[in-house]
């Protein structure tokens, strides 16, 4: 965490802040064709990215 307050831009923000905060929530992963891992988000995006699907649908990133 000390490393990651150090780079440039990045702040810490007061449980304010945290609270004010509006954002997108996002369903679990899910298996697109057997090399594609995705989330759908509540606007109705998608992202996907390449990753590895089991038998049973569940999505590990690579």
């Known amino acids: 965490m000390k490393k990651i307050l150090k780079l440039s831009g990045v702040q810490k923000l007061s449980k304010e802040q945290q609270q004010n905060i509006k954002g997108a929530f996002a369903s679990a ?15 109705g995006t998608e992202w996907c990215d390449y ?12």
């Open 29 to 43: 992963p899910y298996c697109r064709d057997n090399r594609f891992c995705c989330v759908r988000f509540s606007d």
């Open 51 to 62: 990753g590895y699907c089991d038998r049973w649908g569940r999505c590990t990133w690579a």
